[in-house]
């Protein structure tokens, strides 16, 4: 893969909106205006970002608990994402969703599902859709290392591969389920070689590395669209902050998060950009300021926005 | 069909007969034919496979095979494997992609081959396809029918996991429809409704009632979902009822007739959205109330309905109401200790006259 600037610039820039979102988010959450639980996607944005700049605005991703990140990585409006997790009538689900199902369907979401595991069915019958109809779409849930252990996810794998659909199952390795490291709840150390208890490739890629995501994705994109079935694409990287923001963190040692935030895909990119001299130091500041601006935005149109009504509670109540 | 099967099913024991003219739904002249609760549901996915190239048919076993109890058997040769889905035992993963293709706008028809195993399954059917239109603020829709299996006995002898009536499992659930049809009449027109609606339906087949015949018009036709169904209008007691109890109701009302008793059979035939005021208006016209549901007591669909005459009808009600269900027991497998688990036409009898003597 070669990406031209554009794309370039693009997914720095999706990347440094993914790490002002989920500070802004932090903080809300910590101030008491945001409610409920904010799961933030910090280190591993390079992951959501290569991924779905692989993808058409026309495929589909699901989405999990901590998918903040995987919305905007796909295009999704910030405002209407902050208005969600303020529980505004403005937000995308009108504020019944909130911070764990925020889902942009007019980006291409088959939902935000907060159960771990349970998106990847919901990939797996959209793609059997587009599979039926002739149409040359992919799906791609998004799941934690953690997910690989559900039933879902196997049974997920397995339809998908029996029926030879077009699907990358991304499975993001931030080496936490809560508080549970992956070394305690699988015995293989790399977790692609799962895919060959269902007949598909598996590949683990240095989820720190946009490029490589990039790259990967887009070969397993493609190989879907061409007819040739799911991918099982594991990237590699770290949670940075808690499980949810403010949590205690117990279970793991500042050295431990220090070490992998040297990592830190941001600052990586960037170096990569400068020293390959596909951005200079002024193109990247004025994303940085574009994106700290937008932000800014999405937080006044997020407060300034209005409630839903009580009256409109049970909207969308069928049965 | 064998002649036994078309003039009659016998309850087996002493049980007195049920036969077809129990229920009639069609009007004398319209055009018609009789077959079988099976055959009716076979002949509504057709109809609507034919109609709609979104619906598709998938669950384990429904290929060739026809599934369990032969419901779908011939569609596949009619529309092929693509859409008459045989799929790996996955009941979750079933439910679930059937949940995904519904939200590109596919109209699956999942089949789920014994309710008792929806319990693999609750995470995508109660926590993720129930909730996602809600929760999305209306962004999607989720237009599937999950058809299960449901019920037992009658010397079936399918013991514990085989045999349960589930649907208030479903029917707690907001963003659930859950039918249970009770004719092949109803089952036609109730599961093209369940097909062409926007939201998950939850439709639960007897078992027993496979083999039961009757007359099905000609012409296309949609019932509502969330309307009891008035199967027999009377004025001293009413009976609500549901799936395979409605026959039950309905032959204790044709011997109360004998006896005196004018007896009003409601077919409840969705429990959920629960038509709580076509139970009311036959409470307080009768002031009496027998309910009656195979699944178990505790908890089960009668305490809703006898919530709902109490609502409605308190001030008309000239004894309490009974409900006749199935024993708070697990399902045996012996014949000798099963028939006493299943609520039986002699237990409504029972009940009616009690209500009758308060």
Known sequence: MNPDKSTLLEMYRRMVRIREFELASMDLFKRGQVKGAVHPYIGQEASGVGVCMALRRDDLIAGTHRSHGHNIAKGADTARMMAEILGKVTGYCKGRGGSMHIAAFDTGSLGALAVVGSGIPLAVGAALAFQMRGEDRVAVPFTGEAGSNTGNWHEGLNMAAVWNLPVVFVLENNHYGVSTNIKDAVKVDDLSVRAQAYGIPGERVDGFDVLDVYDAATRAVERARRGEGPTLLVTEAYRFEGHYAGEPEVYRNRQEVDQYRQFDPIPRFREYLLKENKATDAELDAIDTEIKQEIARAIEFARSSPEPEPATAMDYVYA | ?358
């Open chain 2, 1 to 358: 069909m064998a002649a036994t099967e078309r003039d009659a099913v016998s309850l087996g024991g002493a049980a007195p007969v049920m036969s077809p003219d129990l229920i009639m739904q069609v009007a004398p002249g319209t055009p018609a034919r009789e077959m079988s609760y099976q055959e009716a549901i076979r002949e509504a996915l057709r109809e609507e496979m034919t109609r709609d190239a979104s619906v598709f048919v998938m669950g384990e076993d429904v290929g060739k095979h026809g599934g369990a109890f032969g419901v779908t058997r011939t569609l596949f040769d009619q529309f092929g494997g693509a859409r008459v889905r045989n799929t790996p035992i996955s009941e979750n993963t079933i439910v679930g992609a059937a949940t995904g293709a519904a939200l590109v706008g596919m109209r699956p028809v999942i089949e789920i081959m014994f309710v008792d195993f929806s319990g693999l399954a609750m995470d995508q059917i109660c926590t993720q396809a129930a909730k996602l239109r809600f929760m999305t603020g209306g962004q999607c829709q989720v237009p599937w029918v999950l058809r299960m299996p449901q019920g037992g006995g009658a010397g079936k002898s399918t013991a514990a996991q085989h045999s349960q009536s589930l649907e208030t499992w479903f029917a707690h659930i907001p963003g659930l429809k859950v039918v249970l049809p009770s004719t092949p009449y109803d089952a036609k027109g109730l599961l093209k409704a369940a097909i062409r609606d926007n939201n998950p339906v939850i439709f639960l087949e007897h078992k027993f009632l496979y083999s039961f015949r009757g007359l099905v018009p000609d012409q296309d036709y949609v019932l509502p979902i969330g309307k009891c169904d008035v199967k027999r209008v009377g004025t001293d007691v009413t009976i609500v009822a549901s799936g395979y109890m409605v026959w039950h109701a309905m032959l204790a009302a044709q011997m109360l007739e004998r006896e005196g008793v004018s007896v009003e059979v409601i077919d409840v035939r969705a429990i959920s959205p629960l038509d709580r005021e076509t139970i009311g208006a036959s409470a307080r016209k009768t002031g009496r109330v027998v309910l009656v549901a195979e699944a178990v007591r505790d908890y089960g669909p009668t305490g809703e309905w006898a919530m709902a005459v109490t609502e409605q009808a308190f001030d008309y009600l000239r004894a309490p109401v009974v409900r006749v269900t199935g024993r708070n027991s697990p399902v045996p497998f012996a014949n000798s200790i099963e028939d006493g688990v299943w609520p039986r036409t002699d237990d409504v009898l029972q009940a009616v006259r009690q209500v009758m003597a308060y």
